[in-house]
């Protein structure tokens, strides 16, 4: 026998520490049904139990929490729940305690970090420009192609 809390979560899945997103419901007595993964169990409870209003899943003695992602009714009087980890709040504590570079970000974008996912701004200024001497000491009837990277056209 195991103890499940079941609860409600109105945080973005994106959330790392979703503990004050989250109204926890009462303990609940549940069994694993058959052999199945940690990362997608299936516990299976007794009709005695309301799920209705509940997304979330908190295992104790796993010390993980997950998605409901489907309830199956079945006879006898069980409940299936099918769910899936919450990777993010299940390893929160060591999540927070990182320090690292983000090289990605969905709102701002660092210049000074490489990315070949964004796109790059392109300018573009074509000019014909007549030289007084000629400083490439050619002779006359060659046209000389010039190309500039970098930096910005002052005004």
Same mark, same amino acid.
């Given at each position: 026998?195991?103890?499940?809390? #079941?609860?409600?979560?109105?945080?973005?899945?994106?959330?790392?520490?979703?503990?004050?997103?989250?109204?926890?419901?009462?303990?609940?007595?549940?069994?694993?049904?058959?052999?199945?993964?940690?990362?997608?169990?299936?516990?299976?409870? !007794?009709?005695?139990?309301?799920?209705?209003?509940?997304? /979330?899943?908190?295992?104790?003695?796993?010390?993980?929490?997950? /998605?409901?992602?489907?309830?199956?009714?079945?006879?006898?009087?069980?409940?299936?729940?099918?769910? !899936?980890?919450?990777? #993010?709040?299940?390893?929160?504590?060591?999540?927070?305690?990182?320090?690292? !570079?983000?090289?990605?970000?969905?709102?701002?974008?660092?210049?000074?970090?490489?990315?070949?996912?964004?796109?790059?701004?392109?300018?573009?200024? #074509?000019?014909?420009?007549?030289?007084?001497?000629?400083?490439?000491?050619?002779?006359?009837?060659?046209?000389?192609?010039?190309?500039?990277?970098?930096?910005?056209?002052?005004?």
């Amino acid at each position: 026998m195991l103890t499940i809390d #079941l609860g409600n979560c109105i945080a973005d899945n994106r959330v790392v520490d979703k503990t004050s997103h989250i109204t926890w419901g009462v303990p609940v007595n549940c069994e694993v049904f058959h052999e199945c993964s940690i990362m997608n169990p299936v516990f299976m409870l !007794q009709y005695s139990h309301s799920i209705v209003g509940y997304n /979330y899943v908190k295992v104790n003695a796993w010390g993980r929490y997950y /998605y409901i992602v489907d309830a199956t009714v079945a006879p006898g009087g069980r409940i299936y729940l099918t769910c !899936q980890e919450d990777v #993010l709040m299940s390893n929160k504590d060591d999540i927070l305690k990182l320090n690292a !570079q983000i090289v990605r970000n969905e709102n701002e974008r660092n210049k000074l970090i490489v990315d070949d996912r964004y796109p790059a701004e392109i300018m573009s200024t #074509l000019g014909i420009f007549n030289f007084s001497e000629n400083p490439f000491n050619l002779t006359s009837g060659y046209n000389i192609v010039m190309t500039v990277l970098g930096g910005k056209a002052s005004s």
